[in-house]
């Protein structure tokens, strides 16, 4: 799977989810190998997009399409400072991964030490204790930015408020433990954008 993310500052949500909802009925038609995208504007006003597409020339024959152009001119114009493009290579999902039922997506941002260390040490964890303590959690997506600039992660919640309400439990020791190991692979302080109504699509 590859993943081109897309972030930057808008000043009106409404008139994106437009241009994405037009994008979806006009264009992923004939966007072969797209696999779908989650999108949604954080409180601060920035916008973020994870598209995904079957491999990286699936991606590349969508951005070369006229139509995408043209169709790019008119919602950049929608952003009040510089758009900031990732192409992800390095990606992976988590429990189920992405999903379109989520009802609340928190994108996580850092820099990675390490993404084929941190997929390994997850791959060798028993995942029915993360479930048991956080069954509100759907899965993830995460993608490594090309540039070397960090990762992000979007995690899928069944509702905000019940991801809420399981932020504010004490964590088992045994998962206390399994975080403070993966927390090597990272590089700084996560920063959090969280998207309280999603925007989701699907072919």
């Known amino acids: 799977m590859f993943v081109q993310i897309i972030q930057g500052k808008v000043s009106d949500a409404a008139e994106v989810k437009d241009a994405l909802d037009r994008w979806v009925r006009e264009l992923a038609p004939g966007a072969n190998g797209w696999l779908g995208s989650t999108a949604g504007v954080s409180d601060d006003g920035t916008f973020i997009t994870f598209a995904r597409f079957e491999n990286r ?41 992405g999903s379109d039922r989520a009802g609340f997506v928190q994108v996580m941002q850092n820099r990675i030490r390490d993404f084929a260390g941190l997929i390994d040490y997850m791959g060798q964890q028993d995942d029915r ?75």
């Open 129 to 203: 204790a993360i479930r048991a303590f956080r069954p509100e959690i759907i899965g993830s997506v995460m993608a490594v930015h090309e540039d070397g600039s960090g990762i992000s992660e979007a995690v899928y919640f069944t509702s905000e408020a019940e991801a809420r309400a399981s932020e504010s439990k004490e964590m088992p020791p045994e998962l206390r433990d399994q975080w403070e190991q993966m927390m090597r692979f990272y590089e700084g302080e996560f920063t959090y954008l969280d998207l309280h109504t999603p925007w989701l699509y699907s072919p």
């Open 57 to 97: 020339e699936a991606a590349r024959r969508n951005s070369d399409r006229p139509e995408q152009g043209q169709w790019w001119i008119e919602t950049s114009k929608l952003f009040t400072a510089e758009v900031t493009f990732h192409d992800c290579t390095q990606t992976d999902t988590w429990l189920g991964g």
